[in-house]
Each structure stands twice: as structure tokens, then as C-alpha cells.
């Protein structure tokens, strides 16, 4: 159905702007007026492919929503309030549309079906779970404690390259400037007075002539290598599980990334199982949800094994990209009735590894690399170029 967007003054006197569908301008301008509207405009609005909403941006919305429901708000009026107090973004966009979607009659899972592009799968899951069981604000206020989780969870991953990654800039600019500023002045130094080069000096005057041959050139070579591999890779499932198998079987790196995603999907397929969502659903949006490309495709395969009747422990034990404890947790759960609460105490486990390992990479690899910088910069390419200077003063003390 067309959307139109609505400018005047409401029955109330207050100026408003809101986003509508209706079969054709006439019919919105005719059903409007009746409301007491006046000083009406209308403008079409070519819909726009939808974008996801960034975490902080959903996990707004979710708190709005809990708000609005625990108070007995009327959804459509209170979304378009709010989203009259943002700014252009894709958040104010997505809220009026919801309040549209809810003007027109629609459900509001129903209505956040409708917006799968710009909101995870889940989220429209989790609201239907909440109305099913009548605990509406519980739900979105778990979903909002998962949405937190997995922002701190990405916070902790980027945190514990950022000062390795500024250690290893700081040690390539510092490369530089001993090859173009410091090298150079030497050469001339040993040309002048004939001093005999040794073969580790030769070693560090020819690299220096050409750092970026060398040295700036082969880093490039690497990172744009890997970024062309993940690029070539990204397209086809079966290459992005490649790529995640490789990047898993780093050292440190794979590990916690491995953790950092089995914490969340246990945290969200514990959220819809704690709410009713049935199982084979629940784990279809949980693999849907997740950033695994292996645990994604493991999770299809062990939603066609649900709904053939077998039991959830039996499906993923068949599943090699799934780790063998979660699934002796889930066995021993699952029969008690208590898969929500083992699925949770999985999260917390990885959780706790993810920190682990995060604390252990910002502990490790920033001395490893002032390690590396020092060898290379100062003891290869420093001592490489006084070497020459401090044999010809000795003999010239003889």
C-alpha cells in the first residue's frame, strides 16, 4: 500500500508530521479531515531499502516500547510523540512507520514483522512471545538485556586491538622515519670517511633505501590480501564459513571471537525459549541472528532435525561446528525442562572466557609488540647503523 506523509494541525491545535498508508491521497485527505485536521498537505514517499538499526538505536526503541506497555500507553500516538522528538535518522524513519502499521490495524508484532530489514528477526519474535504469555515489558526488557550484552560483548572485542593496533602504526611510522630521515645521513657519513660497512649495516642501508619495498609494502601485501579474501569470500555461505574456520584458528583472536558469538546466540536462544517461542522457531532465529557463519548453518540443518520429531541434544550432537559442551549442557537440561536456564548458564561460561581471553590479548600483545618494535627499530636498524661508527672510533684509538 502507498505511504504518504502527512503535514497539519491535528484536533488538538499541535502541528504534526506522520508517516501514513492508504489506497490513494484522497481517501487519507477524506479520512483525516474527519479526525479534524486541518491546514493538510500530503507528500508520497518512495520507500527506501531498508537498513538494520544500530544497536544502541534498537536497544531505544525496545526501552521505548517496555515504557509505553507497562504504562497502558496507546502505542500509535506515543510512537508518533516520540518520534517527533528525533531527528532525521533511521530510527525516527522505522518509528513512524510502526505508528503507521499500528494506525492502519495492524498488531504490534505484526507491525515490527513488517520492518524485518531495518529490525533483527528476533525482535519481532520476542514481542510476539511477550503478547502470547501477557508479559509484554518482561520480554523487551530481556530483549533490551541481550541488545546490551552483545554491544558490551563488541566493545570488549574492539578494545583489545585498539592499543595493539596503535602500537603497531606507531612502530611502522616510527620504521619510517629512521629509513627516510636517519639512514640516509649515515650512508653519506661511511661514503666520506671509507668507512668498511659490515654485511649488517649493508642489510639495514638496503632496506632502508627501500622501506616500502620492503617493509611497508609486504604489510600492505598481507592486509590487502586478507581483506580481497574476505571480500571474495562474503558472497557464498560456503565461503564465509571458510573464511570464520580460518579466522578461528588464530591464536588468542579465534578463540575469543568463537566465545564472544557463542555467548550470544546461547543468551538470545535462552530469551525465546524462556518466552515460549517454539523450538524449531527459536533456533531458526537464533541461527538467522547470529554472526557465525558455521553455527548459522548448523542451526538450519538442526531446525529440519526438530521438526522431524528429534530432540534438540540429539540434533546438535550431529553438528560439528556446535561445541561439545553446549550440547552436554543442553542434554542434560533439556529432559528436566530447564533449557532456558542452561542455555543461560552457557552464556555466562562464554561470557567469562570472552573476558578472559580479552583481558589475555590486551595483556600479551601489546608487550609482544613493543618487543618487535624495539628489536626491529631500534636494536636491527639503530645498532645495524652505529655498528660501522662504533669500529671506526675504536680503531682510531689504537
Avoid at 13 to 32: C, I
Avoid at 99 to 106: E, F, V
Avoid at 200 to 207: D, E, F, Q
Avoid at 347 to 361: D, G, P, V, W
Wanted: a neutral charge.
Amino acid at each position: 500500500m502507498p505511504l504518504y506523509r502527512a503535514k497539519g494541525v491535528d484536533e488538538n491545535g499541535r502541528e504534526v508530521d506522520e508517516l501514513f498508508e492508504a489506497t490513494n491521497p484522497k481517501e487519507l485527505t477524506d479520512d483525516l479531515t474527519a479526525r479534524g485536521w486541518g491546514r493538510l498537505t500530503l507528500e508520497a514517499v518512495t520507500p527506501r531499502r531498508a537498513r538494520r538499526l544500530a544497536t544502541e538505536d534498537l536497544i531505544t526503541l525496545g526501552e521505548e516500547l517496555a515504557g509505553m506497555s507497562r504504562a497502558g500507553l496507546p502505542m500509535d500516538r506515543a510512537l508518533a510523540e516520540m518520534s517527533r522528538e528525533l531527528r532525521r535518522g533511521r530510527l525516527k524513519h522505522v518509528i513512524e512507520q510502526i505508528a503507521s502499521d499500528l494506525r492502519g490495524g495492524k498488531t504490534l508484532d505484526e507491525a515490527l514483522r513488517q520492518r524485518e530489514g531495518a529490525l533483527p528477526p528476533v525482535f519481532a519474535a520476542a514481542v510476539t512471545a511477550g503478547v502470547r504469555a501477557g508479559r509484554l515489558p518482561e520480554a523487551l526488557a530481556t530483549l533490551n538485556h541481550y541488545a546490551r550484552t552483545v554491544a558490551d560483548l563488541r566493545s570488549m572485542v574492539v578494545g583489545s586491538l585498539y592499543y595493539p593496533a596503535i602500537l603497531l602504526v606507531f612502530g611502522i611510522g616510527l620504521f619510517l622515519l629512521v629509513a627516510l630521515g636517519v639512514a640516509p645521513g649515515f650512508r653519506s657519513i661511511f661514503d666520506d670517511f671509507g668507512i668498511p660497512i659490515p654485511t649488517v649495516t649493508l642489510l639495514v642501508l638496503a632496506i632502508c633505501a627501500h622501506p616500502f619495498l620492503y617493509v611497508v609494502g609486504p604489510i600492505a601485501w598481507v592486509v590487502g590480501g586478507g581483506f580481497l579474501f574476505w571480500f571474495l569470500t562474503r558472497w557464498t555461505p560456503a565461503g564465509r564459513r571458510l573464511f570464520s574456520r580460518l579466522v578461528y584458528s588464530l591464536p588468542l583472536w579465534g578463540v575469543l571471537l568463537r566465545s564472544v558469538r557463542m555467548a550470544s546466540f546461547s543468551d538470545l536462544l535462552a530469551l525465546l525459549v524462556q518466552y515460549e517461542v517454539p523450538l524449531p522457531e527459536a533456533v531458526s532465529l537464533a541461527g538467522r541472528s547470529t554472526t557465525d557463519p558455521e553455527l548459522a548453518h548448523a542451526c538450519a540443518e538442526v531446525e529440519h532435525d526438530l521438526r522431524q520429531g528429534e530432540s534438540l541434544s540429539v540434533a546438535l550432537d550431529r553438528q560439528p561446528a556446535v561445541p561439545a559442551m553446549v550440547t552436554w549442557m543442553i542434554a542434560v537440561g533439556e529432559p528436566r525442562g530447564m533449557l532456558a536456564g542452561s542455555l543461560r548458564q552457557l552464556s555466562e561460561i562464554y561470557h567469562r572466557r570472552s573476558a578472559l581471553r580479552a583481558n589475555l590479548l590486551r595483556s600479551v600483545l601489546p608487550p609482544f609488540l613493543v618487543v618487535a618494535v624495539g628489536l626491529s627499530v631500534v636494536g636491527f636498524c639503530i645498532l645495524g647503523l652505529f655498528l660501522p661508527l662504533i669500529t671506526f672510533i675504536s680503531a682510531l684509538s689504537y
